[in-house]
């Protein structure tokens, strides 16, 4: 199975600030790599497929980068909504694998 | 606007078979674009892919739980379904459905997603 580990486990940060989550790949995902945004006592939602492509609705200061097997999520100025927990996930090879969520934190 | 709603017992006991059927709306399962999988969540941890479906029947299952689970899709209802046989107190955990998209260049992602179901294995 490909492990995918996420940095930091969590994060503290004010409205406004940039915010960079990284998930880490234990090997190559070429670029089949997606974001998933999931508050509190609710199903996750899909923000970025295919390592950069952005899920229509999804705010423009969210975007993804990366390739092989590092990856970042970057928001660019936190809103007030996007305190949650943000999961990244595979799909180069079965089984199909998901990091274990970074939690992000009003400050 | 496609929905997923899952539904079944809520208190499954030791040793005996979960299941869960999961019914779209707003769109059709038999779609040569999209196939359809079940994902879990153990109360707070990370989520785990359990396996998906195509409209054809055809299946993936995660091998970590492949010897127990089976996954069967409906058409007629545009429903498919999940069973989790042999449960232990570490299948509980809330189960999501979700539609799985497809693309060759880019790989697989779920959305959307269903609200979720909490299932508790205990006696």
């Known amino acids: 199975d490909i492990q995918m580990t996420q940095s930091p486990s969590s994060l503290s940060a004010s409205v406004g600030d940039r915010v960079t989550i990284t998930c880490r790949a234990s090997q190559s995902v070429n670029n089949y790599l997606n974001w998933y945004q999931q508050k509190s006592g609710k199903a996750p939602k899909l923000l970025i497929y295919a390592t950069s492509l952005l899920q229509s609705g999804v705010p423009s200061r969210f975007s993804g980068s990366g390739s092989g097997t590092d990856f970042t999520l970057t928001i660019s100025s936190l809103q007030p909504e996007d305190f949650a927990t943000y999961h990244c996930q595979q799909s180069y090879s079965t089984p199909i694998t998901f990091g274990q969520g970074t939690r992000l934190e009003i400050k | 606007q496609l929905q997923l709603q899952e539904s079944g017992p809520g208190l499954v006991k030791p040793s005996e078979t979960l299941s869960l059927t999961c019914t779209v709306s707003g769109g059709s399962i038999s779609s040569n674009t999209y196939y359809w999988g079940w994902i879990r969540q153990p109360p707070g941890k990370g989520l785990e892919w359990i396996g998906s479906i195509y409209y054809s029947g055809s299946t993936f299952y995660n091998p970590s739980l492949k010897s127990r689970i089976a996954i069967s899709v409906d058409t007629s209802k545009n429903q498919f379904s999940l069973k989790l046989n042999s449960v232990t107190a570490a299948d509980t955990a809330i189960y999501y459905c979700?539609?799985?998209?497809?693309?060759?260049?880019?790989?697989?992602?779920?959305?959307?997603w269903g609200q979720g179901t909490l299932v508790t294995v205990s006696s």
């Open positions: 979700a539609r799985t998209y497809n693309w060759n260049d880019g790989g697989d992602w779920f959305v959307p």
